[in-house]
């Protein structure tokens, strides 16, 4: 079975400040990782993903997530975060055998203050 | 874009009625799924459906079942609704096969369902 821990629940920053979400999973076979990103009264959407290739993945807001594969690991970062950055990250897994289901973290709330 | 919607943004029903949220894709997706939300807890897997008339059971399945007759829609039933299923329900879809292939899920705006 596979598991995700997003080691921090909350995360408050000051904006422009840099940030780091962090995710740790763990899996006996090889996985695909998604970090999603949910705004207030809205459903999760995609932020980045890595399958294969580089393991430095990119979003087009200004975040990246580089796969760790000794480490099990998968951390979002931002240099420089904007008020409306605001929101619920959460990280998934999903085994490369069956690209079905997906187990996630319980999610960090990052909140960026003026 | 992929579009996922569901019936209702906001649902109050009693304890013991039963309850449907309904669920539908439009960019012709094998698998479907249905998620409960509650604050702490992450996502939770209620069920999952990777073809029409086939579902497989998440991780929280009791109190709940669900239908897919059409291959874009999918429909959760609560049979006798009560306050602990209280909670925001999430439904998303994912094509991983073929030339849709896209192994990440498509959400729907969820459904905020209150028991009382």
């Known amino acids: 079975a596979q598991s995700v821990t997003q080691l921090d629940s909350q995360v408050p920053v000051f904006e422009e400040a840099p940030v780091e979400l962090r995710c740790n999973y763990s899996?006996?076979?090889?996985?695909?990782l998604f970090w999603y990103v949910q705004y207030p009264n809205q459903g999760l959407q995609l932020l980045l993903k890595y399958l294969s290739g580089s393991t430095l993945v990119e979003s087009i807001n200004g975040f990246e997530a580089e796969f760790n594969k000794s480490q099990t690991s998968f951390h979002l970062r931002k240099p420089s975060v904007h008020i409306s950055d605001t929101a619920e990250y959460f990280c998934?897994?999903?085994?490369?055998?069956?690209?079905?289901?997906?187990?996630f973290g319980d999610g960090t709330t990052l909140t960026v203050k003026p | 874009d992929v579009k996922v919607t569901q019936s209702s943004r906001y649902l109050v029903k009693r304890t013991g009625e039963k309850v449907f949220l309904e669920c539908v894709q439009d960019m012709d997706h094998e698998n479907m799924f249905w998620y409960r939300q509650d604050p702490g807890l992450g996502l939770r897997l209620i069920y999952f459906?990777?073809?029409?008339?086939?579902?497989e059971k998440g991780d929280i399945p009791e109190g709940y079942s669900v239908s897919r007759e059409k291959k874009e829609r999918f429909s959760l039933i609560l049979e006798s609704a009560s306050t602990n299923q209280t909670s925001m329900y999430l439904c998303?879809?994912?094509?991983?096969?073929?030339?849709?292939?896209?192994?990440?899920?498509?959400f729907g705006p969820g459904t905020r369902l209150t028991v009382t």
């Open positions: 459906s990777y073809d029409v008339k086939m579902k």
């Open positions: 998934a897994v999903t085994k490369n055998t069956n690209a079905g289901k997906s187990t």
């Open positions: 998303a879809s994912s094509s991983p096969s073929g030339y849709l292939l896209s192994y990440e899920q498509y």
């Open positions: 899996s006996s076979v090889s996985v695909y």
